[in-house]
């Protein structure tokens, strides 16, 4: 009997070693893919030249061949082009989502098809259910470490043709197979910051694609009490990087960012983490993506993640008058941003999301 073939996306950390190493034993016909999606050589920010040694070492212990490729290209007009526009026009995008639904599982999938692969393999914490010819996205049993929330974009197609296998594990349990199979990168630190990018001061990497812009801090009644070099580079709940201390009154509570006017070039700001101003509890949405379309609905109760580190909120998905979708939840929520994504739950199966549009 032939075994099915399995292409793993190795990064060079321990979740997509242990992925290939389960695969292997469960009688997969395993090989890896190293993806370079970004072509600044800046060793200070961006691994990929460590990360690389580090899959060549993986491959070798697991005795299984290295493919690398360069998606630069495809990164860049369908991931960066976009996070640029979304923060010119105000937004506060999420790459690492769009990196997941054209890059990892698109272009990679892609490349898979033409390597004459049966499916790709990632090391996400997350689980794959088929019911009925149906497949269905699970959060990972790890909830520290679960990532269903940045594969909510992924779909029927991408789903059937994917395996991920650390979905019923926990990181400890990760890192002790990793130590048991004498991986170097067995307690190698999680990678962070933008997708395939790496860490940086986030303003400065910005200001080298967005113009600086000189605008004014002001409070909610219009008083100027700063400036700034740009609304672009501000996100909501923001409260570093303001320079204005406690200035205006003599409350020693810290300012928050609570909104942006970008015509005026302005950021709005407010004093207190608890400022009625930082909390919304309806929200408007755009680009609505059901990862089964048997499951779309015009009103439900469910439960939503407006970020990653957020527990699972409960609220009522609906239809307003216009047509747009709107969440109402249960409780107000703090920092809602426009540009970013809400991810959708019934239990612990993701629905799909959409890109927040307006607080409302």
């Known amino acids: 009997m032939t075994k099915e ?4 996306g190795l990064s060079g950390g321990v979740d997509s070693a242990v992925c290939a190493h389960l695969l292997q034993r469960q009688g997969y016909d395993v090989q890896a893919v190293f993806m370079k999606n970004w072509d600044e050589d800046d060793d200070e920010h961006c691994s990929a030249t460590e990360d690389l040694a580090d899959a060549e070492e993986v491959c070798a212990k697991l ?40 890059i990892k599982f698109k272009v990679f999938l892609e490349y898979a098809s033409q390597l004459g692969v049966d499916r790709i393999a990632t090391g996400h914490y997350a689980r794959i259910a088929e019911q009925h010819g149906r497949y269905q996205l699970l959060c990972g049993l790890d909830q520290g470490k679960d990532q269903s929330y940045f594969l909510h974009g992924l779909n ?52 080298q694609y967005l113009p600086n812009k000189r605008g004014d801090i002001v409070d909610l009644d219009g008083n100027i009490i700063g400036d700034h070099q740009g609304a672009t580079f501000f996100t909501i709940g923001q409260r570093q990087g303001l320079g204005i201390g406690g200035r205006a009154d003599s409350s020693a509570e810290p300012w928050y960012v609570v909104d942006k006017d970008m015509t005026n070039n302005r950021v709005i700001v407010a004093q207190g983490s608890d400022h009625p101003a930082l909390f919304n509890q309806r929200l408007q949405l755009e680009d609505m993506h059901w990862i ?11 439960s939503a993640k407006i970020r990653y580190r957020q527990s699972h909120q409960t609220c009522q998905l609906l239809r307003n008058e216009s047509g747009h979708w709107e969440l109402a939840f249960d409780q107000a929520q703090r920092a809602v941003t426009p540009g ?6 019934e239990q612990d199966r993701c629905l799909g999301g959409a890109v927040i549009q307006l607080r409302k």
Not at 5 to 8: G, P, Q
Not at 165 to 185: F, N, S, T, W
């Open 5 to 8: 073939s399995i292409v793993v």
């Open 63 to 102: 005795e299984i061949p290295l493919k690398t490729v360069n998606f630069s290209s495809e990164y860049w007009d369908s991931v960066f082009e976009y996070f640029l526009a979304e923060h010119r026009a105000g937004r506060t995008p999420n790459p690492d989502i769009l990196c997941n639904t054209e």
């Open 156 to 207: 029927q197609a991408q789903l059937s043709k994917s395996l991920m296998p650390l979905g019923a594990l926990e990181k400890p349990e990760v890192r002790h197979i990793a130590a048991d199979l004498d991986l170097a990168i067995h307690d190698k630190k999680d990678s962070t910051g933008i997708c395939f990018i790496g860490e940086r001061k986030f303003s400065e990497f910005l200001q």
């Open 292 to 302: 089964d379309p048997e499951d779309h609905r015009d009103n439900c109760h469910c």
């Open 340 to 345: 970013q994504f809400a991810v959708l739950y």
